[in-house]
């Protein structure tokens, strides 16, 4: 696929649009929607990372002279096109988006940069809106970073012609770059750069934890919130981080199913030459099995990535930040599982309580069963996981899970799914439900996004009438759990099963069904 180009016009500017700012590489303006506030569309933060620049860093941007008209969002990164939300994509990408509320007098607004999830393979930005965070008085920031092997592709013949710099995970480079542009460039929209919270779901949330543990990403946010992190977990087991030398035999394997052959200038040369479109062939998200032939899911390259994420938690080696971190009652749960017995031969010497604690009837069926043990392994535990080793280095944590389900949605669905919290965190009801949106729904979305909007502004997510959300301890081991009758904190309802999954992972003491 061709490179979408950008293309600087003049159009003349209408009523109540905001005035031109000034920005890293020239002048932008953006639109006054009609949900009130700002939004700035498609301004660029690195140079298109094509041709030349493909596998590299993100280099600075090109400057431009007119106006840059911020009015439309820019293609998301090179994915298969398997999603209706997802229908406009390039190789030239690395566009951000901000929106700002309707008092754009003032000053120091604190900032939201959100990272989508999507495997590290699929997602974008387009997909998720800002205004309804921004009228709650934050400035809100999204981006696209490369994805697949544009983004995270580990070639030996990168190495000979940068050897100093980073490689390999050119992915969470564009993410560390947009962090940067926003560093330098909020202050323009009201934002304060010393007041920056990250957050994301899914692979978003994996992002934002390597982000939390690499030395590159420090002091460019004050705060972090990770909804249902995956790729990585903070369970070094879960999804393993492949190696630089794993990762870069893949790699090599696929160049040369490509008839490119050798680690040198000419290799890479080949490799930047390869049509966009072949590239992206046989690129499929993926949350368990076999990396995509060629590509990694992220890697521990010893710059960017210096270990993996639990390592670096464990001693402490982290951001000194507050974090939100949850999960999903119903959360993702991939598995090739195809017997209870192949499902529970994941506990290992724990079968026995295994047993006893997702089927203690023997009546549940195998779909449930997996359901409950693969989303507790990959994703609920973790979380958990990750709020206890913050806390042991001395960091505020707050600790949820999702379990509302909307009311229109009820008789089909058993739980919150995966990524379902997103609209009701971000207060975008509309983009799920539509006119099928109850006041109930809305109330939760409402509560859900105040929270979330709360913690952005002071690193505290209480106030506003809300229910009260203590900070986590390690010892209860409580939750703020968003139910179908009410948001409830206390005593986690599947707190037996996920410190069942801690004595797997720890090998620590047998836990019995009733501790």
Avoid at 70 to 90: G, H, K, W, Y
Avoid at 341 to 355: I, K, N, P, T, Y
Avoid at 457 to 464: F, I
Wanted: aromatic share 8%; charged share 20%; proline share 7%.
């Amino acid at each position: 696929m061709r490179a979408v180009l950008m293309v600087v016009v003049a159009i003349p500017m209408l009523a109540g649009d905001p005035p031109a700012i000034s920005v890293t590489g020239g002048q932008i303006r953006g639109i006054a929607p009609e949900k009130g506030g700002a939004v700035f569309k498609g301004i660029p933060f690195a140079q298109p990372p094509v041709r030349e620049l493909r596998l590299r860093a993100p280099q600075p941007v090109t400057p431009w002279k007119d106006t840059l008209q911020a009015t439309e969002f820019r293609p998301d990164c090179m994915q298969p096109l398997t999603s209706e939300a997802i229908s406009n994509v390039s190789e030239d990408c690395l566009y951000l988006n901000v929106w700002r509320p309707a008092s754009s007098s003032a000053q120091k607004l604190p900032v939201m940069v959100w990272i989508h999830g999507g495997g590290l393979v699929t997602g974008g930005a387009s997909i998720y809106p800002g205004f309804a965070l921004a009228r709650q008085g934050i400035v809100v920031v999204s981006f696209d970073y490369r994805l697949g092997r544009f983004g995270f592709f580990a070639h030996p013949a990168l190495a000979r012609e940068s050897p100093a710099d980073p490689r390999a995970n050119y992915g969470y480079m564009d993410q560390i770059a947009a962090l940067k542009w926003v560093r330098r460039n909020i202050a323009a929209f009201g934002g304060d750069p010393d007041n920056v919270t990250i957050a994301g779901e899914s692979a978003g949330g994996g992002s934002v934890l390597v982000l939390l543990t690499s030395p590159m990403a420090r002091g460019l946010f004050a705060r972090a919130i990770l909804q249902s992190p995956g790729i990585p977990t903070a369970r070094a087991s879960v999804l393993p981080m492949r190696s630089l030398d794993v990762a870069e035999k893949s790699a090599r394997e696929y160049a040369l199913a490509h008839d490119i052959e050798g680690s040198g200038a000419a290799a890479l040369a080949a490799l930047r030459a390869l049509p966009a479109d072949t590239l992206v062939a046989g690129m499929k998200t993926i949350v368990s099995g076999p990396d995509i032939f060629g590509s990694s899911r992220s890697i521990v390259d010893g710059k960017l990535v210096v270990e993996a994420p639990e390592s670096a938690l464990v001693e402490g080696r982290q951001a000194p930040v507050p974090v939100i971190v949850g999960a999903n009652d119903y959360d993702s749960a991939v598995s090739t599982a195809q017997s209870r017995d192949e499902l529970f031969a994941m506990f290992g010497s724990f079968q026995e309580q295994a047993r006893k604690f997702y089927e203690p009837s023997g009546a549940a069926t195998l779909a449930s069963v997996e359901q409950n043990i693969v989303a507790d392994r990959s994703l609920i535990e973790p979380a958990r996981h990750l709020a206890d080793l913050v806390t042991a280095a001395g960091q505020r944590a707050y600790f949820y899970r999702f379990s509302y389900v909307p009311e229109a949605l009820r008789a089909n669905v058993p739980g919150a799914t995966h990524a379902s919290e997103i609209p009701f965190t971000l207060d975008v009801l509309d983009v799920l439900l539509g006119e099928k949106a109850t006041a109930a729904d809305r109330a939760v979305a409402r509560g859900a996004s105040g929270y979330w909007v709360q913690f952005v502004k002071t690193g505290d997510p209480n106030g506003g009438g809300r229910p009260k959300w203590p900070s986590y301890d390690a010892g209860r081991r409580n939750v703020l759990n968003f139910t179908n009758t009410g948001v409830r904190y206390g005593a986690d309802p599947v707190r037996a099963r996920l410190d069942l999954w801690n004595a797997v992972w720890e090998r620590g003491i047998v836990v019995t069904p009733g501790n």
